[in-house]
C-alpha cells in the first residue's frame, strides 16, 4: 500500500493539481485584495459613500449580512473575468503557434551507404 501511494504522489498530474491548488489560493488572495481594496471603494464612492459590508438586515438577534454576499459576487465576477482573460489570451497563443508555418526542414545527410554508391555511380559515368 505504501508504494502504491508513492507511486500516486509521483504521478505528474498529482503534482500538477498541487501546484495549482497552491497558486490558485495566492490568487485568490490578490483578487480579494483588488476587490476589497480597490474596486469596492471605487463603487462606494460612484453610489454615494456607500459600504457594501455594512449591509445587514436584522431579524430579532439574528444579523443577515447580504453585503458580504454582495462582496463574494463581485470577487467572483473578477475571478471568472481574468481566468477568461487568462485562457482566452493561452488559446490565441496555441492557435497562431498551429498555424504557423513549420521551418523547412533540412534535407537529411546521407548515410555512409548511400555515399559510397553516389561515388561509384559518379566514377561509372566518368567511365563512359
Known sequence: MLNEFREFLQRGNVIDLAVAVIIG?????IVKSL??????????????????????????????????FIQAIVNFVIIALVIFLVVRSYNKLKKQEEEAPAAPA????????????????DLLKAQQ
Request: hydrophobic share 45%; proline share 9%; no cysteine.
Open 25 to 29: 489560493g495566492a490568487f485568490g488572495a
Open 35 to 68: 476587490v476589497n481594496d480597490v474596486v469596492m471603494p471605487i463603487i462606494g464612492i460612484l453610489l454615494g459613500g456607500l459600504d457594501f459590508t455594512s449591509f445587514a438586515i436584522v431579524i430579532g438577534e439574528s444579523e443577515i449580512l447580504y453585503g458580504n
Open 106 to 121: 533540412a534535407p537529411p545527410k546521407p548515410s555512409p551507404e548511400e555515399t559510397l554508391l553516389a561515388e561509384i555511380r
